[in-house]
């Protein structure tokens, strides 16, 4: 890192790389780590998460968990990839990302879940594995909760 540490961060990823055959992860985490940054981690909770968001994107964002967590109360609210995720016990279940203009939510490994649910998902963006929602989007419980309940069915199988 000695030698590369005046080049800018995608100057010094693209040496990793190009290289010594480092990953795009494994070259961030070190470039990183030579900057002193000793974690990934930046958010510890979901108020962390949300605190540089503004009340309608964190309203709407509670409202998401809301409505599952309501139907299953077993669920916890964790950060993993630096988003906000429900988990049952060891399974990831469904998570959510805050962008500028919308809010992505997700039920996790949902790409044939978001197949299933195609028809009822036609008001909204659907990307390969998310559903782009706006932020002030009015909260479809029935929707969440099924999309929930879904991702529980596939764990079962």
Same mark, same amino acid.
């Given at each position: 890192? #000695?030698?590369?540490?005046?080049?800018?961060y995608? +100057? /010094?990823?693209a !040496?990793? $790389?190009e290289?010594?055959? %480092?990953s /795009?992860?494994? &070259?961030? &985490?070190?470039?990183? @780590?030579s900057?002193?940054n000793? *974690?990934s981690k $930046?958010?510890?909770?979901i108020?962390? @998460?949300?605190?540089?968001?503004? &009340?309608?994107k /964190?309203?709407?964002?509670?409202?998401?968990?809301k409505a599952? #967590?309501? #139907?299953?109360?077993k669920m916890?609210?964790?950060?993993?990839?630096?988003?906000?995720?429900l988990?049952?016990g +060891?399974d @990831?279940? %469904?998570?959510?990302?805050?962008l500028?203009?919308?809010?992505l939510?997700a039920?996790?490994?949902g790409?044939?879940?978001?197949l299933? !649910?195609?028809?009822r998902? +036609?008001? @909204? +963006?659907?990307? #390969?594995? *998310?559903? $782009?929602?706006p932020?002030?989007?009015?909260?479809?419980?029935?929707?969440? /909760?099924?999309?929930? &309940?879904? $991702?529980?069915?596939?764990?079962?199988k």
């Amino acid at each position: 890192m #000695k030698l590369i540490k005046d080049l800018k961060y995608p +100057e /010094q990823i693209a !040496f990793l $790389r190009e290289n010594h055959g %480092f990953s /795009q992860a494994h &070259a961030n &985490a070190l470039v990183l @780590y030579s900057k002193g940054n000793t *974690t990934s981690k $930046r958010f510890n909770t979901i108020d962390d @998460y949300l605190k540089p968001h503004d &009340a309608t994107k /964190q309203k709407t964002v509670k409202a998401i968990f809301k409505a599952i #967590k309501t #139907k299953y109360p077993k669920m916890e609210i964790v950060i993993a990839w630096n988003q906000p995720m429900l988990k049952l016990g +060891e399974d @990831y279940i %469904f998570g959510v990302n805050v962008l500028k203009n919308h809010i992505l939510i997700a039920p996790h490994d949902g790409e044939a879940i978001l197949l299933k !649910f195609a028809k009822r998902l +036609e008001p @909204y +963006e659907v990307l #390969k594995k *998310t559903v $782009r929602v706006p932020v002030d989007w009015k909260v479809d419980v029935k929707l969440l /909760q099924d999309l929930a &309940a879904a $991702r529980i069915s596939a764990l079962k199988k």
